[in-house]
């Protein structure tokens, strides 16, 4: 009570509440943006050299064998960078990577591919999920429908004329990528896999089993 009147109806306590709820909330926000701009640096060429897992890998993570596995810690799966194995028959400077990239996401943005596909959890769902497209085990159907060698290999040739190969029941248009935007895709959905999404998209890792077990995959 001031003066007999209740502090719910003070004008002078409600400014200062909102004052210092303003004044926390300001200093909240500043911590956190630093705190996510930290999280979605990406790392460098040397942190992959010692072993230093971040949330968004160098360019060059496409130079390594890229896994997905569940962790018992985290409660759901993680991106695993694995031993190095070539990329397009290559091993990629940290220059030639990092362009690579650049051009597939270019790519990626210029040919609309949120209009039907979901990366990161931006865009339609019309299509199959691109943020771990890589790890799709029906690639490996597709390496023998292509007659590829690759993954890789057999991902560019379906870009260049998904029309050919029956991988979906909704079936891609022809784009018209030409073979350095499928190669520069291939890179950038490559390294999508190895993000750190906290395990989005969920259940991505049943699916694969059950696909490998025989079953339908839809991803």
């Known amino acids: 009570m001031e003066n007999g009147q209740s502090v719910w109806t003070s004008i002078r306590f409600w400014r200062r509440s909102a004052a210092w709820v303003t004044g926390f909330a300001s200093a909240l926000l500043i911590l956190l943006t ?44 993680v991106p695993v960078i694995g031993d190095k194995e070539p990329f397009f028959g290559k ?4 220059k030639e990577a990092r362009a690579l990239l650049h051009k597939g996401k270019l ?14 959890g931006n865009g339609a769902y019309y299509a199959p ?31 260049q004329h998904p029309e050919k190969y029956p991988t979906h029941a909704r079936r891609m248009p022809n784009l018209k990528i030409t073979p350095e935007e499928a190669q520069a895709v291939v890179a950038f959905l490559k390294h999508l896999s190895t993000i750190d999404t ?14 490998e077990a025989g079953g339908t995959y839809a991803h």
């Open 34 to 77: 630093f705190d996510t701009m930290g999280q979605i640096k990406m790392g460098t060429d040397e942190d992959l050299q010692k072993g230093i897992t971040k949330r968004v890998p160098a360019p060059t993570v496409i130079n390594h064998h890229i896994d997905y596995k569940y962790s018992k810690k985290r409660g759901h799966e």
């Open 129 to 159: 999920d691109l943020t771990k497209s890589w790890l799709d085990p029906k690639w490996k159907q597709l390496m023998a429908m292509t007659n590829s060698k690759t993954k890789e290999e057999a991902m560019a040739k379906f870009l």
């Open 198 to 211: 906290n395990g989005f998209p969920r259940g991505f890792s049943k699916g694969v089993k059950e696909f």
């Open 91 to 94: 091993e990629w400077s940290p």
């Open 107 to 120: 790519t990626v943005q210029a040919k609309n591919c949120i209009n039907c596909h979901t990366i990161l």
